[in-house]
């Protein structure tokens, strides 16, 4: 049994799609809402908060929703053909109203930008768990931490590749001396990525053949689904899988919290406390999603080998230690050093450990036919997490002291460690080949 992976990476196209985006919006929505409308923080912030708050419902909606999809093109693709496109479509008015703004501001015209902001946030979370449940629905289960390694790549690669393009596009050296920058070309881009990337996805991922294939596939491996048959017919998760299911999806709130903890405050707190510079703060980051990216595609092998509770257990003492490392550092009161980095080289790394094997964790706890539903609960819990961690970890900042930042994530990652010892289930690994065989692979 070997991974497709020419069709792993075309499925990908679709969360490559929904990275391109995300990352757009999370780096220039606060910039016309604050350069253009002169919005405080605070209502810009609750704004950007939103996305989080409608995805607590609609990420789980819409994942259950398709699970029961019996469109002719299969469950998933329905969603994400009328979801990219209403989304390229709506996005298109925004820099338009943002340039039509700055000439002659209108109440009107800020409320308009608001009402399509908000409606395209719900459009882009009716698609989201059907894309990400793409993947295992055309995925045996013991190959799905290597499917997703995969899958996190492509997410990656979309949000290097709207990097590259902010590079050129909008240099110091072109918009230096401008008064207002139009976003009107970079929305064009975008779209146009997100157009070619769902082109790419609806005419290479057959669904309704692929998924008829791993239908047959579960049939003649029996012993991988962990449903039973109650007296009224119904399919259920046993309740030994149920519990290890709950506890798993708090191990995800857990790291999840300290996490972006991390990443939201790490800047402020790295210039408050450690005296570095923005720059200096982002690359540190840099380093980290670098770490990340490296290890997505050898975390899939590893986890294949040693199962994936095991990599999962080993990013979270690995993430702890990290965080640990950075707190004690901040108490020599030495400041800026280049140890730095090698400890966020670290942090990218664990989290890849964990990020890679978590959502296949979750799907293989369930039937084939409630993938979507459980992918919105992942990110239900997931979204949870990050929605409340940066309001109780600033106010801990604030109120307490900023060196509790570090103390404060790695105390949350390490309780996901306590959490995990109560998961049972949700784990698969290949069989490891030997003599010839092991040569296949090669």
Known sequence: ????????????????????????????IPLILTNTFHMNETFS???????????????????????RCASPMGRRRPFILFGTLGAVLLMQFLPFLDNSYFAASASWKLGAFVGVLLVLLVIMGTYRSPAVAMMPDITPKPL?????????????????????ITTFLYSAKRTGNLDHVSYVP??????????????????SIREPEISREMR???KAHPEENLTVVDASGQERLPAPVKRSMVFLLFSIALWFIGYNAMETWFTTYANRVWGMSLGAASLCLTIATLGAICSYIPVGLIASKIGRKKTILAGVLAITAAFAACFAWTLTGKGFSPVLYGLFA?????????????????????????VGKFTGYYYTFS??????????????????????LFIYAAAFTAASFVTMQFVK??????????????FEEM
């Open 383 to 404: 979204m949870a997490a990050q929605t409340v961690t940066p309001i109780f970890a600033g106010f801990l900042m604030k109120n307490v002291s900023y060196n509790v």
């Open 216 to 218: 047959e596939y579960e």
């Open 1 to 28: 049994m070997k991974l497709n992976v020419r069709r792993t990476v075309l499925c990908g196209f679709a969360f490559f799609s929904i990275c391109t985006f995300w990352q757009m919006y999370n780096n220039v």
């Open 186 to 203: 970079l929305f064009l881009i975008v779209g146009a990525i997100m157009l070619v990337s769902l082109l790419i996805v609806m005419v």
């Open 45 to 67: 912030g609750a704004i950007m908060a939103a996305d989080n708050v409608l995805a607590l419902f609609l990420l789980p909606l819409f994942g259950a929703i398709s699970d």
């Open 144 to 164: 799905r931490s290597k499917a997703n390694a995969i899958i996190n790549l492509m997410g990656a690669l979309g949000g290097i590749l709207y990097l590259v």
């Open 346 to 370: 670290l942090v990218g790394i664990a989290w890849a450990f964990i990020n890679v094997n978590s959502l296949p964790m979750i799907v293989e706890m369930c039937r084939g036919s409630d």
């Open 425 to 438: 289930h949700g784990d698969s690994q290949d069989t490891v080949k030997k003599g010839l065989e092991a």
